[in-house]
Protein backbone atom coordinates (compact mmCIF):
# COMPACT_ATOMS: atom_id res chain seq x y z
CA UNK A 1 0.00 0.00 0.00
CA UNK A 2 1.70 3.21 -1.45
CA UNK A 3 -0.13 5.50 1.95
CA UNK A 4 1.61 2.54 4.09
CA UNK A 5 5.37 3.22 2.36
CA UNK A 6 5.11 6.72 3.01
CA UNK A 7 4.55 6.73 6.81
CA UNK A 8 7.75 3.79 6.79
CA UNK A 9 9.68 6.52 5.45
CA UNK A 10 8.27 9.22 7.61
CA UNK A 11 9.61 7.10 10.11
CA UNK A 12 13.22 6.72 9.18
CA UNK A 13 13.86 10.49 8.38
CA UNK A 14 12.21 11.41 12.08
CA UNK A 15 14.56 8.31 13.67
CA UNK A 16 17.43 9.60 11.36
CA UNK A 17 17.27 13.46 12.31
CA UNK A 18 17.05 12.65 15.94
CA UNK A 19 19.95 9.83 16.21
CA UNK A 20 22.41 12.52 13.80
CA UNK A 21 21.17 15.87 15.63
CA UNK A 22 20.98 15.14 19.01
CA UNK A 23 22.31 18.48 19.97
CA UNK A 24 19.65 19.52 18.24
CA UNK A 25 16.65 17.14 18.02
CA UNK A 26 15.17 15.05 21.23
CA UNK A 27 13.01 12.29 20.38
CA UNK A 28 9.77 10.48 22.03
CA UNK A 29 7.96 7.21 21.86
CA UNK A 30 4.11 7.51 22.79
CA UNK A 31 1.37 5.60 23.39
CA UNK A 32 -2.46 5.64 25.28
CA UNK A 33 -6.19 5.67 24.50
CA UNK A 34 -8.41 7.58 22.57
CA UNK A 35 -12.09 8.63 23.12
CA UNK A 36 -13.47 9.01 19.83
CA UNK A 37 -16.99 10.84 18.21
CA UNK A 38 -18.02 11.42 14.70
CA UNK A 39 -19.84 14.89 13.49
CA UNK A 40 -22.38 13.63 11.38
CA UNK A 41 -23.44 10.00 12.57
CA UNK A 42 -26.51 11.57 14.73
CA UNK A 43 -24.75 10.42 18.02
CA UNK A 44 -22.94 13.10 19.89
CA UNK A 45 -21.45 10.69 22.80
CA UNK A 46 -17.34 10.08 22.69
CA UNK A 47 -18.58 6.35 22.99
CA UNK A 48 -15.57 4.77 21.02
CA UNK A 49 -12.48 3.84 22.57
CA UNK A 50 -9.20 3.18 20.19
CA UNK A 51 -5.66 2.84 20.39
CA UNK A 52 -2.83 5.82 19.91
CA UNK A 53 0.68 5.03 19.75
CA UNK A 54 3.89 6.50 17.42
CA UNK A 55 7.13 8.50 17.66
CA UNK A 56 7.80 12.12 17.59
CA UNK A 57 10.97 14.44 17.67
CA UNK A 58 10.95 18.07 18.37
CA UNK A 59 13.37 21.28 17.72
CA UNK A 60 14.43 24.70 18.77
CA UNK A 61 14.25 27.72 16.63
CA UNK A 62 17.65 30.13 15.88
CA UNK A 63 20.61 29.20 17.38
CA UNK A 64 19.72 29.64 21.30
CA UNK A 65 18.35 26.53 22.61
CA UNK A 66 17.07 28.13 25.65
CA UNK A 67 14.19 29.08 23.85
CA UNK A 68 11.09 28.46 24.45
CA UNK A 69 9.99 27.53 21.04
CA UNK A 70 9.78 24.25 19.48
CA UNK A 71 8.38 22.73 16.31
CA UNK A 72 6.93 19.42 16.86
CA UNK A 73 7.12 16.25 14.38
CA UNK A 74 5.28 13.47 15.41
CA UNK A 75 4.45 10.09 13.20
CA UNK A 76 1.30 7.95 14.83
CA UNK A 77 -1.45 5.59 14.56
CA UNK A 78 -4.39 6.61 15.82
CA UNK A 79 -7.94 4.73 15.94
CA UNK A 80 -10.90 6.90 15.83
CA UNK A 81 -14.70 6.60 14.92
CA UNK A 82 -18.01 6.37 16.51
CA UNK A 83 -20.15 4.05 18.54
CA UNK A 84 -24.21 4.61 18.07
CA UNK A 85 -26.66 2.76 20.14
CA UNK A 86 -30.37 3.90 20.19
CA UNK A 87 -33.97 2.03 19.22
CA UNK A 88 -33.26 2.12 15.46
CA UNK A 89 -29.59 1.52 14.92
CA UNK A 90 -26.68 -0.27 16.47
CA UNK A 91 -23.32 0.60 15.27
CA UNK A 92 -19.81 0.93 15.51
CA UNK A 93 -17.89 3.14 13.04
CA UNK A 94 -13.58 2.05 13.51
CA UNK A 95 -11.11 3.85 11.91
CA UNK A 96 -7.46 3.61 11.43
CA UNK A 97 -5.42 6.15 10.54
CA UNK A 98 -1.86 7.41 10.14
CA UNK A 99 -1.38 10.42 10.83
CA UNK A 100 1.88 12.83 10.65
CA UNK A 101 1.00 15.93 13.28
CA UNK A 102 3.34 19.52 13.16
CA UNK A 103 2.75 21.15 15.66
CA UNK A 104 4.40 24.71 17.53
CA UNK A 105 4.96 24.38 21.80
CA UNK A 106 5.70 26.72 24.37
CA UNK A 107 7.62 25.05 27.15
CA UNK A 108 7.16 26.42 30.37
CA UNK A 109 7.99 25.42 34.19
CA UNK A 110 11.83 24.62 33.69
CA UNK A 111 10.36 22.67 30.44
CA UNK A 112 8.28 19.94 32.54
CA UNK A 113 5.04 21.54 30.17
CA UNK A 114 4.49 21.92 27.10
CA UNK A 115 1.54 23.64 25.04
CA UNK A 116 1.06 22.41 21.50
CA UNK A 117 -0.92 23.84 18.59
CA UNK A 118 -1.35 22.27 14.41
CA UNK A 119 -2.66 20.51 12.83
CA UNK A 120 -2.28 16.41 11.94
CA UNK A 121 -2.84 15.22 8.27
CA UNK A 122 -3.62 11.49 8.21
CA UNK A 123 -3.78 8.89 5.65
CA UNK A 124 -6.93 6.13 6.07
CA UNK A 125 -5.81 3.01 6.13
CA UNK A 126 -8.44 0.77 7.21
CA UNK A 127 -12.49 1.38 7.68
CA UNK A 128 -14.65 -0.75 8.94
CA UNK A 129 -18.31 -0.34 9.84
CA UNK A 130 -20.95 -2.95 11.94
CA UNK A 131 -24.42 -2.52 11.98
CA UNK A 132 -25.64 -5.42 15.25
CA UNK A 133 -22.81 -7.60 14.49
CA UNK A 134 -22.97 -7.03 10.67
CA UNK A 135 -20.36 -5.50 8.53
CA UNK A 136 -21.65 -2.58 6.25
CA UNK A 137 -19.19 -2.29 3.68
CA UNK A 138 -21.42 0.39 1.98
CA UNK A 139 -21.13 2.90 4.54
CA UNK A 140 -17.02 1.60 4.61
CA UNK A 141 -16.90 2.98 1.50
CA UNK A 142 -18.08 6.54 2.12
CA UNK A 143 -15.05 7.41 4.27
CA UNK A 144 -12.14 9.72 2.58
CA UNK A 145 -8.49 8.02 2.07
CA UNK A 146 -6.94 11.36 3.59
CA UNK A 147 -7.76 13.47 6.04
CA UNK A 148 -6.58 16.60 5.22
CA UNK A 149 -6.60 18.82 8.69
CA UNK A 150 -7.35 18.02 11.88
CA UNK A 151 -6.75 20.38 14.39
CA UNK A 152 -4.62 19.51 17.11
CA UNK A 153 -4.27 20.67 20.70
CA UNK A 154 -1.81 19.03 23.12
CA UNK A 155 -0.52 18.80 26.62
CA UNK A 156 2.41 16.98 28.19
CA UNK A 157 4.02 17.21 32.07
CA UNK A 158 7.42 15.63 32.25
CA UNK A 159 6.78 14.24 35.78
CA UNK A 160 10.30 12.32 36.12
CA UNK A 161 13.58 12.82 34.30
CA UNK A 162 12.24 10.69 30.82
CA UNK A 163 8.33 9.93 31.70
CA UNK A 164 5.55 12.18 30.73
CA UNK A 165 1.61 12.21 30.74
CA UNK A 166 0.13 13.83 27.91
CA UNK A 167 -3.65 14.67 26.50
CA UNK A 168 -5.07 15.97 23.39
CA UNK A 169 -7.91 17.34 21.66
CA UNK A 170 -8.70 16.94 17.90
CA UNK A 171 -11.37 17.53 15.29
CA UNK A 172 -11.15 17.48 11.17
CA UNK A 173 -11.71 20.82 9.93
CA UNK A 174 -12.36 19.25 6.37
CA UNK A 175 -14.66 16.58 5.95
CA UNK A 176 -13.79 12.78 6.33
CA UNK A 177 -16.18 11.40 3.79
CA UNK A 178 -18.45 11.99 1.30
CA UNK A 179 -21.69 13.48 1.69
CA UNK A 180 -24.39 11.31 3.43
CA UNK A 181 -27.68 11.86 5.19
CA UNK A 182 -27.43 13.80 8.60
CA UNK A 183 -23.98 15.01 7.38
CA UNK A 184 -22.98 18.01 9.06
CA UNK A 185 -20.81 21.19 7.75
CA UNK A 186 -18.23 22.91 8.96
CA UNK A 187 -16.34 26.43 7.66
CA UNK A 188 -18.59 26.54 4.29
CA UNK A 189 -21.55 24.72 3.34
CA UNK A 190 -20.40 22.34 0.47
CA UNK A 191 -18.03 20.93 3.09
CA UNK A 192 -20.12 18.49 4.05
CA UNK A 193 -20.22 14.66 5.52
CA UNK A 194 -17.99 13.33 8.59
CA UNK A 195 -15.61 14.59 11.17
CA UNK A 196 -13.99 13.09 13.43
CA UNK A 197 -13.23 14.37 16.81
CA UNK A 198 -10.44 12.75 19.28
CA UNK A 199 -9.37 12.84 22.88
CA UNK A 200 -6.69 11.38 23.60
CA UNK A 201 -4.73 10.62 26.96
CA UNK A 202 -1.38 8.32 27.23
CA UNK A 203 2.01 8.26 28.29
CA UNK A 204 5.27 9.51 26.91
CA UNK A 205 9.27 8.72 27.04
CA UNK A 206 11.53 11.29 26.00
CA UNK A 207 14.82 10.69 25.83
Not at 29 to 40: E, R
Not at 45 to 73: C, I, K, N, Q
Not at 99 to 116: D, F, G, W
Not at 184 to 194: L, S, V
Amino acid sequence: MKQLKYAIVALLLLGGMSVHAQQRFDATVFGGITLNQIDGDDAGAYGHMGLRAGVGTSFYFGWDERTPWRMVVELAFSQKGSRISNNFLERTISLNYVEIPVMMSYTMLERRLRLAAGVAPAVLVGARVNDAGARNEAVEGVFKNFDWCPVTLAARYIFTDNFAVEARFQTSLLSASEPTAGSAYRIFRDNKGCFNRMIALGLAYCF
